[in-house]
C-alpha cells in the first residue's frame, strides 16, 4: 500500500512518499514543488504533481494539509453535545460568525462536553472557492484525497500522541501564516491565525509573549529556534504529521475540510444485506424442517422394524401383544409430529406462490390454532393483501402493525387463519 502526503505552505508543496500497511508506514520518498502564485498555473502545478505520484509510484490516495492562514475559526456554545445535534445546530447558529452564509464554508468542529451540559465547540472553516483549485487539480489524475486538514492541527496531534501534552501554549509557523492554540487539560481554550508579515520571528514572539506556563514552538523546515524560560523548539516534519494522522486512527483533533465533490460517495448495502439475509432465514427454515423430517423419517423405518420383527417372533403373544401396542402408540405420535412439519412446509410453499415477485419475507410464525403471521417487504402491500384475501388456503386476513417505508419499500406485517 502507498500513500503520499503534500504539505501546502506558500509557494511550495513539500511531499512525502510512503509505502507500507497503515499501522507501520515508512517514508522513502521526499520532494518539494514550486507553486506559482496564479490559480490556473497552481491547478496545473498540482494536477502534474498528482499523475506523477500515480503514474510513477502506484499512490492511489493523498492527505493535503494546507497553512493556517486559510482558515477562521469560531468558538459556540451550545445546548447539546451529540456530533449529530451540534451539527444540526450548528447549520443555524454559524450565521451570526461567518462573514459570508455558512453553505460557502467547508467547516469542521472540536466538542468538548460542559459538566453543566450542553457543549463548548470550536469550529474551524475555509471558504469553499479557496479549495476549489485543489478539486479542479485531482480531476482525471487516478487519485483521491483521503482528507483535507489544517497542518497545524495535525502537528498538535502528532505532538500530544507523542508527548502526552495537555496544558500548554502551542504555536506552529508556517511559511505565510502562523497558529497558536492554548490548551488545558487537552482542551482548546483559546485560538489565533495571524499572517507572519516581513518579520515572522517577531510575529511569533509577540503572540507566546507573556505566556508564563510551557510554550512548545514547532513549523515548516527553515522555521526560527526560539529559546527561553518554558520555551521548546521541536522538529516536526508536516507531512509525517499527515500520514500519521491520515489513516483513520483516533486522534484529538479529528478536523477534515475535504469539499464535498472530493468526497466518494457511500454505496448503501442495506436492501442487498436484508435480501440475503431473508434468504438464509428461508434456507435455514426449509434445511430444519427436512432435516427434521429425515430424522423422522428415519426412526420411524426403525420402529417399524422392529415391529415386523416382533410379530414374527414366538416367544409369546402376550409380549408381542404389549410391545405391538407401545410401537403403535410410538409410530401414531412420530406421524402426527410428520404430518404438522409438512404442514408449515405446504404452508410456507402456498405463500410462496401468492405472493408476487417484488415481495420477500422476513419472518414466517404457524401457531398450533391455525394462525399464520408474516413479515417482510413489499414495494406495495396492496399487492400481498388481496391475493391472500382471494385464496382458498387462508381467511380472516389484517394487518398486525402499521406499515412502515424504508428505502421504497413497504414494511408490513400481516396476521391470518389457515381455512379449515
Not at 497545524?152 to 506552529?172: D, K, P, W
Not at 475535504?258 to 440475503?276: D, F
Request: include cysteine; aromatic fraction near 8%.
Amino acid at each position: 500500500m502507498k500513500r503520499a502526503a503534500l504539505s501546502i505552505e506558500g509557494s511550495k508543496i513539500s511531499v512525502a512518499i510512503a509505502s507500507g500497511m497503515p499501522w507501520s508506514m515508512t517514508v522513502y520518498k521526499r520532494t518539494e514543488v514550486d507553486l506559482p502564485e496564479a490559480d490556473e498555473d497552481r491547478t496545473e502545478t498540482l494536477n502534474s504533481l498528482f499523475k506523477s505520484l500515480n503514474d510513477e509510484h502506484g499512490v492511489k490516495g493523498v492527505t493535503i494539509g494546507l497553512e493556517p492562514g486559510l482558515f477562521i475559526h469560531t468558538f459556540v456554545d451550545l445546548p447539546v453535545a451529540g456530533r449529530v445535534e451540534v451539527e444540526q445546530a450548528l447549520s443555524f447558529e454559524l450565521e451570526k460568525y461567518l462573514p459570508l452564509p455558512p453553505e460557502e464554508y467547508v467547516l469542521d468542529f472540536h466538542t468538548q462536553r460542559k459538566d453543566s451540559g450542553g457543549s463548548h465547540n470550536l469550529v474551524v472553516s475555509a471558504r469553499k472557492d479557496k479549495l476549489a483549485w485543489i478539486a479542479r487539480a485531482v480531476e482525471g489524475t487516478g487519485v483521491s484525497v483521503l482528507g483535507l486538514r489544517c497542518t497545524a492541527f495535525e502537528v498538535l496531534n502528532n505532538l500530544i500522541s507523542t508527548r502526552g501534552t495537555n496544558s500548554c501554549l502551542y504555536v506552529y509557523q508556517g511559511a505565510a501564516s502562523v497558529a497558536a492554540i492554548t490548551l488545558s487539560n487537552s482542551a482548546p481554550v483559546s485560538l489565533s491565525f495571524r499572517p507572519l508579515g516581513a518579520d515572522a520571528e517577531a510575529t511569533v514572539r509577540e503572540m507566546i509573549e507573556g505566556y508564563e506556563e510551557n510554550v512548545m514552538v514547532t513549523g515548516v523546515e527553515g522555521a526560527a529556534t526560539y529559546t527561553g524560560e518554558h520555551i521548546s523548539t521541536l522538529k516536526i516534519t508536516p507531512t509525517d504529521a499527515l500520514l500519521a494522522g491520515g489513516w483513520g486512527r483516533k486522534k484529538p483533533f479529528a478536523l477534515d475540510f475535504t469539499p464535498p465533490e472530493l468526497v466518494e460517495e457511500k454505496v448503501n448495502h442495506l436492501p442487498l444485506a436484508m435480501t440475503v439475509l431473508a434468504g438464509l432465514c428461508v434456507l435455514v427454515f426449509f434445511m430444519t424442517s427436512l432435516l427434521a423430517f429425515y430424522k423422522d423419517q428415519s426412526a420411524l423405518g426403525r420402529v417399524q422394524g422392529r415391529l415386523s420383527g416382533i410379530r414374527t417372533s414366538s416367544e409369546g403373544l402376550v409380549e408381542i401383544k404389549r410391545e405391538t401396542e407401545v410401537l403403535q402408540r410410538q409410530i401414531r405420535y412420530l406421524g402426527d409430529f410428520r404430518s404438522g412439519s409438512n404442514g408449515h412446509i405446504r404452508l410456507l410453499n402456498r405463500l410462496s406462490s401468492i405472493l408476487p415477485d417484488s415481495a420477500w419475507l422476513t419472518s414466517f410464525t404457524a401457531s398450533s390454532a391455525n394462525t399464520v403471521e408474516i413479515e417482510g417487504f413489499a414495494r406495495r402491500t396492496a399487492e400481498i393483501i388481496r391475493p391472500l384475501e382471494r385464496s382458498k388456503e387462508f381467511m380472516d386476513v389484517e394487518f398486525s402493525s402499521p406499515i412502515t417505508v424504508r428505502d421504497d419499500f413497504e414494511r408490513f406485517s400481516i396476521k391470518m387463519k389457515v381455512a379449515p
